[in-house]
């Protein structure tokens, strides 16, 4: 079992920048690949970024891409992602996602945490 606790979302103007973190408790960190979801209401869950087990290879959505960076620090157990020149389309709860393997950017990950919302204002 894994334990994900999410933090740092809140409301921001556009153009702004967040850090999100995600802290993991339970099995060890370092076997997982970790993700970064959003849901905007009324809408699905989306893929934001990836990252593998390792920290070195990193996954991004075209949506969000050169604005926003993961990283992780297993010693810490934590993953966080750095969002920066904010837009209104941003707006939404952000979830960190564990999964055995590969990381992905579909929704077939074991662990999910509560989630943070991030809400940009224009």
């Known amino acids: 079992q894994v334990q994900l606790i999410e933090s740092g979302g809140g409301l921001v103007q556009a153009g702004g920048s967040l850090r999100l973190t995600c802290a993991a408790s339970?099995?060890?960190?370092?076997?997982?690949?970790m993700g970064w979801f959003r849901q905007a209401p009324g809408q699905e869950r989306e893929f934001v970024a990836a990252?593998?087990?390792?920290?070195?290879?990193?996954y991004y959505a075209d949506s969000v891409k050169g604005r926003i960076t993961i990283s992780r620090d297993n010693a810490k157990n934590t993953v966080a992602l750095q969002m920066n020149s904010l837009k209104p389309e941003d707006t939404a709860v952000y979830y960190c996602a564990a999964r055995r393997g590969n990381p992905r950017s579909d929704t077939t990950y074991d662990y999910w945490g509560q989630g943070t919302q991030v809400t940009v204002s224009s």
């Open positions: 339970g099995r060890t960190f370092s076997n997982y690949a």
């Open positions: 990252i593998s087990w390792s920290g070195i290879s990193t």
